[in-house]
């Protein structure tokens, strides 16, 4: 089993940068494929982004270019470096674990993975 801790949200004035940590424990973490979801209010839950075992990565198109994921397997962490935030992230972001092996496209879906993190909630000012 996998245990997600979320933490970095906060309040960030459209254009600055903030980032997103995730700890995790449990044996299974660094062979795990990580992910980061997010939720607006009135909106489904959305990807962010997914990071392999091996440390590929892929991206939504409305993130991509502005964030960064990346893992430390030796702290067990993983992180979401986000940079010129716009008003639309504005979210609660969630991190995620896959245990099991997918095609890189099925990482978008929020059905493939196992465990989720509480959320920490994302605001972007005008």
């Known amino acids: 089993q996998v245990q997600l801790v979320e933490s970095g949200g906060g309040l960030v004035q459209a254009g600055g940068s903030l980032r997103l940590s995730c700890a995790a424990s449990?044996?299974?973490?660094?062979?795990?494929?990580m992910g980061w979801f997010r939720q607006a209010p009135g909106k489904e839950r959305e990807f962010v982004a997914t990071?392999?075992?091996?440390?590929?990565?892929y991206y939504a198109d409305s993130v991509k270019g502005r964030f960064t994921i990346s893992r430390d397997n030796a702290k067990n962490m993983v992180y979401l470096q986000m940079n010129s935030l716009k008003p639309e992230d504005t979210a609660v972001y969630y991190c995620?674990?896959?245990?099991?092996?997918?095609?890189?496209?099925?990482?978008?879906?929020?059905?493939?993975?196992?465990?989720w993190g509480q959320g920490t909630q994302v605001t972007v000012s005008s």
């Open positions: 990071i392999r075992s091996s440390g590929s990565a």
């Open positions: 449990g044996r299974t973490f660094s062979s795990a494929a």
């Open positions: 995620a674990a896959a245990l099991g092996t997918y095609s890189s496209r099925s990482y978008q879906r929020d059905q493939v993975y196992d465990y």
